[in-house]
């Protein structure tokens, strides 16, 4: 079984709808981050959490919302889809660094397809 | 602020030719830097990683990184690519561990026969 997943993996939704987009992740992980990739633009951070307490906004924060349910799902929501919320969403994870000056990799989802007609 | 370029928006090469993808960082402390590739229709995969030590850095499926830090680059580099490696590219970096990664935009690489 893949360590984070995605779902839905791929939704189509009209303009104006409340889309929820959540992630799962098996790794004991306490970091959760949502992005999103937009042909041309790489990765884009909308929001990251660093433990269930702890919900920060990344570069593109707006329109969006998450929620850390337990440290291993972090959801995504949509509160009033726009068309120009159509893109590739991703959820990764990663371990809290080892010791000073360490970091974590990150563990990517598959993503997941959103289209907003 | 941290960030990443890739000054190479689509890079074609022939199979069995050598490869280098470039990535430039900014910002003045000794970043910990990152290669990830994303087949068609997957996730991303990590590469490789260098966080301090050998500036020449081995990663999986054949590839490596040079970490220079006069030239502020981490270039990813493989000696003979395989049609296999037709993917997009993605360099990272980050300054510690409490902040998250930033993503260059990515290099899409093509190999033809």
């Known amino acids: 079984d893949a360590d984070v997943t995605q779902t839905p993996r791929n939704r189509i939704t009209k303009t104006g709808k409340r889309i929820m987009l959540e992630c799962s992740q098996t790794?004991?992980?306490?970091?959760m981050y949502w992005y999103r990739q937009d042909p041309g633009l790489g990765l884009r951070l909308i929001y990251y959490?660093?433990?269930?307490?702890?919900?920060n906004k990344g570069e593109i924060s707006d329109g969006y919302s998450v929620s850390r349910q337990a440290q291993a799902k972090f959801s995504l929501s949509l509160e009033s889809a726009i068309p120009n919320q159509t893109a590739l969403y991703f959820c990764?994870?990663?371990?809290?660094?080892?010791?000073?000056?360490?970091?974590?990799?990150?563990?990517f989802g598959p993503g997941t397809r959103l289209t907003v007609l | 602020a941290q960030s990443v370029t890739q000054p190479d928006i689509h890079i074609t090469v022939s199979e069995g030719a050598s490869l280098e993808l470039r990535c430039n960082y900014s910002?003045?402390?000794?970043?910990?830097l990152f290669w990830y590739v994303q087949s068609p229709g997957q996730g991303l995969q990590l590469l490789l990683k260098y966080f301090s030590g050998d500036t020449l850095v081995q990663g999986i499926k054949g590839f490596e990184a040079e970490f220079k830090r006069s030239q502020s680059s981490f270039n990813l580099r493989k000696p003979s690519v395989h049609w296999s490696d037709a993917a997009e590219y993605f360099c990272a970096v980050v300054y510690s561990g409490n902040t998250p990664l930033v993503f260059g935009k990515g290099t899409r690489l093509s190999v033809i026969a």
């Open positions: 990764a994870t990663s371990d809290r660094p080892s010791g000073r000056g360490n970091y974590n990799e990150q563990f």
């Open positions: 910002y003045g402390a000794t970043p910990y």
């Open positions: 790794k004991g992980h306490d970091r």
């Open positions: 959490s660093f433990d269930v307490k702890d919900i």
